[in-house]
């Protein structure tokens, strides 16, 4: 082996942007980056701390494929509609002391197949004569079917506010739609009024056109009102990448996950990096007996195996995302301090280092300010080289269901997929893009740190 | 190497030990509450009598055990090493083997044999696959095949190995029948057709570690054998008009031989972690999948008791491999 030649910054940066393949991993990079930069930005954190909360996520459909899916060939699916009281047409009028609050909500239903379901939102807030609710379904072919005519619940104290959400699998539905069914040229199903709703009165097929969807509310008090209303027409598709079995938009999660990775990811490595490089130095630059037990330490900590270790770590001591980045430094370390030791073993008999040894310099100003700078781009190297096996040990132990609930991780989302059976029930979209992230952000990582070490370390040269 | 196996277990033991205790502990506690709720014939007083009682059975049974002392006393400390080495590693809270018995030795000495023949078939394939492949592009470095052999080396170490299983469940599984998406057989084991079926069984697991593994394998024999093959004796055999094929596929890979056993050992034993996940993935029914389902459930002397047969299984590897390597290269001496 020859000795370490020292290279110059702008030698490195120079041969760096020859090598295709580190420029490949910077780019990947920057692009993980700006991911993590619009998650931190775009995203609301309320979101991402809430993921294991499923009421935050009730609105969204269950498993539904991301809506892209939809462009090309094949039936179109229906998409996700959430419309919210800002979508809605409101109307009011007043009579003989009722008044009636009319919100119309109007829904462009142009797909081949049925929506999986509907809700309406309503909430009202009244005081001893409780309002009563009307739901309409107006059809492109003009007929109108009234699904529900009921008062809402009495209230408890003066003023109740009540907030409401009717499923389509209400009984009273289905009751409605039962008279509307000699209107059809075929036995029509009451029982799942999505499919009824939405058919074509003489072809079992969707009828397709503008639907409107009105809630009426009776109100019989001056001070009552209407405080909110919504419609959710529950599609097959959602989203830039769909949501999971929870209804979690799994947009968010990935997006998210980035950020988080890289924390990781990063803090393990630079940590790991600089314990094993001071580590290797100190025992190569001491010698004797300090090199021997220091490197017998690095052969025990060698010869453990590392996952069940860590796993066995976040079992007794906990998984909070800081502590198993704590414990993956741990590991991370070894290899570090074998190469640096074996570098430094090198440089203590270099003229520059035996002259300000005989000037009496100290040990640790000559370890510190003459030996570990020629080692700093070798260390950035190896930064970059053991960032991936720190994601991929922290997605492994997500996998194994060892994670902080309140952080999800694209290990974590895998774990939930894995618990599910995603990948056999054929929820792709749940599968690929975290691990695709996983494995995207190992590779950026190893491109560059494989450009770095051709250039920086004497070993790998050829 | 033998003060390093020790101290290896050392380690474990003080990393596991106090856990150990406690879950003894609360199982004795346990224990002893059952018992008096129990025992109609036990009559006391008072509730603080009563609590007397208990806390004096606790300590009795603690004191049989040697819980009154710490895990690190001399006598424990022996005790616990000697138990480990017989395997003797407790009861489980709540997961039982096929046969019903709750003790862990019994669990995993039973899941021990599958996760052996998955990954030892799989290390065989994935060795043997990618010694001749590297050996191959090792003769042609800078070739098309060389250039594919090393991207796909990169990608493929990026890659998570239990991805890549989910992926394949996916497509052998989903979208063409051709695999069963889960590896763990219907057929009982007393059946004859069982070793069939789970033979079949096997194949989804077994092509996604090849597929993952023996890249980066390929990678690492080439790199031995362009150094191997700049030797001057290579030139030698060479100019004697000896087949290029024979130079390569036995001369060369012979005396690259020395390191690549090392890391064929170190890959076995680094495999085992993966088998964690990819079992995991599958359901095959191995350690990993019980250890899967131990995390799931926390219990704890299952993980425990898995966590030391894998370092056992490690530790001894690594020791082995350094006596396999002073045999295989003369010039080595044990230390």
Redesign the interface.
């Known amino acids: 082996m020859t000795a370490v030649q020292v290279s110059s910054r702008s030698e490195i940066i120079r041969k760096f942007r020859r090598s295709k393949s580190g420029v490949a991993g910077v780019l990947l990079l920057l692009a993980l980056i700006v991911m993590s930069i619009y998650a931190a930005t775009a995203v609301p954190l309320e979101s991402f701390r809430q993921w294991n909360n499923p009421a935050i996520w009730i609105d969204l459909p269950k498993s539904a494929a991301p809506a892209w899916t939809n462009i090309g060939f094949g039936p179109k699916v229906p998409q996700h509609i959430v419309l919210r009281q800002g979508d809605a047409e409101i109307s009011s009028s007043s009579d003989a002391g009722v008044t009636t609050a009319v919100h119309s909500y109007k829904i462009d239903f142009n797909y081949d197949t049925y929506p999986n379901d509907f809700m309406l939102l309503y909430s009202a807030r009244y005081g001893g004569t409780q309002p009563v609710l009307q739901i309409d379904f107006v059809r492109p072919d003009g007929n109108e079917f009234q699904v529900y005519y009921a008062s809402l619940p009495p209230s408890r104290q003066e003023i109740n506010d009540f907030s409401g959400r009717l499923f389509s699998t209400d009984k009273s539905i289905a009751a409605n739609l039962r008279s509307y069914s000699s209107l059809f040229s075929y036995p029509p199903d009451p029982s799942s009024p999505q499919e009824m709703i939405f058919s074509d009165l003489h072809e079992r097929k969707v009828l397709k056109g503008t639907y409107i969807i009105r809630e009426t509310f009776l109100l019989f008090d001056q001070q009552d009102s209407v405080t909110n209303s919504g419609v959710i027409l529950g599609g097959k598709v959602y989203g830039v990448m769909g949501t999971d079995d929870l209804r979690r938009d799994l947009s968010i999660g990935i997006l998210w996950g980035a950020p988080v990775a890289l924390f990781i990811g990063l803090t393990v490595a630079i940590a790991g990096v600089i314990i094993g490089l001071i580590y290797g130095v100190v025992a190569g630059y001491k010698g004797n007996r300090t090199d021997e037990g220091l490197m017998r330490i690095n052969d025990i900590f060698y010869s453990l195996p590392t996952l069940p270790i860590l796993v066995i770590l976040s079992v007794t001591i906990g998984s909070k995302l800081f502590l198993i980045t704590g414990f993956l430094v741990i590991f991370g370390w070894v290899g570090m301090a074998k190469i640096s030791r074996s570098i430094a073993l090198q440089l203590k008999n270099m003229p520059y280092v035996e002259a300000s040894k005989l000037m009496g310099q100290s040990d640790w100003k000559i370890i510190f300010k003459h030996i570990i700078p020629q080692l700093l781009p070798l260390t950035f190297a190896s930064i970059a080289i053991s960032v991936p096996s720190a994601i991929l040990g922290e997605a492994t132990l997500s996998f194994l269901g060892l994670s902080d609930p309140s952080i999800p991780t694209w290990g974590q989302i895998l774990h939930d997929a894995n618990t599910a059976g995603a990948a056999a029930r054929g929820l792709w979209w749940w599968v690929v893009p975290p691990g695709l992230m996983i494995a995207l952000t190992g590779l950026a990582f190893v491109l560059i740190g494989n450009a770095l070490d051709t250039i920086v370390n004497p070993r790998s040269r050829k | 190497m033998v ?3 020790f ?2 277990l050392i ?2 033991i003080a ?2 030990g ?2 150990m205790d406690n879950i003894l502990r609360n199982a004795i506690k346990f224990d002893v509450i059952e018992m008096v709720n129990n025992n109609k014939n036990l009559k006391f007083p008072t509730p603080a009598d009563r609590q007397a009682y208990i806390n004096q059975e606790i300590d009795r049974r603690e004191m049989l055990l040697g819980l009154d002392q710490p895990w690190y006393s001399p006598q424990r400390f022996t005790n616990t090493v000697l138990r480990v080495m017989v395997l003797d590693l407790g009861q489980s809270n709540t997961l039982t083997s096929e046969s019903g018995s709750p003790k862990v030795q019994d669990i995993i000495l039973e899941k021990l044999p599958k996760t052996v023949l998955l990954f030892t078939t799989s290390t065989l394939i994935v060795t043997v696959v990618g010694l001749y492949l590297g050996a191959f592009v090792g003769n042609r470095t800078g070739s098309i095949w060389d250039r594919i052999n090393s991207t796909f080396a ?2 493929s ?4 190995t ?3 299983g ?2 394949m ?2 497509a052998f ?3 063409w029948h051709i695999f069963p ?2 590896a763990n057989p219907l057929t009982s084991p007393s059946d004859p057709a069982y070793a069939a079926d789970l033979l079949y069984h096997m194949i989804l697991p077994l092509i996604t570690i090849v597929l993952v593994g023996f890249g980066a394998w390929a990678f690492t024999v080439r790199y031995f054998v362009i150094g191997i093959l700049r030797e001057d004796y290579i030139a030698a055999k060479r100019t004697a008009g000896i087949p290029e094929s024979k130079i390569i596929y036995s001369h060369a890979l012979k005396n690259a031989a020395p390191p690549i056993v090392t890391v064929v050992a170190l890959s076995l ?2 495999s ?2 993966g088998a ?2 990819i079992e ?2 599958f359901g095959w029914p191995g350690m990993g999948s019980l ?2 389902e131990a ?2 459930t ?1 219990d ?1 002397p299952i ?2 008791g ?2 030391y047969i ?2 056992l299984i ?2 001894i590897t ?2 082995i491999t350094d006596l396999l390597y002073a045999y295989f290269d003369p010039r080595v001496k044990v230390g």
């Open positions: 003060i390093v196996l101290a290896t380690l474990t990393l596991l106090p856990t990169v990608f170490s990026s890659f998570p239990w991805w890549v989910m992926l469940i996916f599984a989903f979208a998406s889960q034993a680094g085992l972690s964690i996940t995991a993935v250890y899967y995390i799931g926390l704890i993980i425990i898995i966590t894998l370092t490690f530790v690594v020791f």
